[in-house]
């Protein structure tokens, strides 16, 4: 799969959990994100949901160190402990243990993960 597919699939899951764990009823869009950070559980910084893709700390910036499929902070290099579908730390193991978390203004707002949680009442 290639980089610029999965960060569509990312964005695609933070809407539908945002949409899913919301306590709020209204339709989400990426500007919702906009400026959302990226944390791992063990606290390392993954980077800014922004499309701007040459601000340093966006996940769109190829080059940078939060965008770059080289880089060992990235979620999209899938060598490393954030972006490996193996790590327990990692959005795109769908068994992940502890997956990253988005943050907007300074609160949590859902967890970064490929996992599938289906309503217990369906």
């Known amino acids: 799969m ?29 500007a919702d994100l906009e400026g959302a950070v990226i944390v791992a559980q063990d606290k390392e910084f993954l980077g800014v949901i922004s499309i701007d893709k040459y601000d340093s700390d966006s996940i769109a910036n190829r080059y940078g160190s939060y965008g770059s499929k080289y880089s060992s902070k990235c979620i999209f290099n899938r060598y490393s402990c954030y972006g490996s579908e193996y790590s327990s730390l990692s959005a795109f193991n769908s068994i992940a243990s502890k997956p990253p978390m988005i943050y907007k203004d300074g609160e949590f707002i859902a967890y970064l993960t490929s996992q599938y949680y289906k309503d217990a009442k369906s």
Request: charged share 20%; net charge positive.
């Open 2 to 30: 290639r980089t610029r597919e999965k960060k569509v699939i990312i964005v695609g899951l933070v809407c539908l959990l945002l949409a899913y764990f919301s306590n709020s009823v209204y339709a989400l869009d990426f």
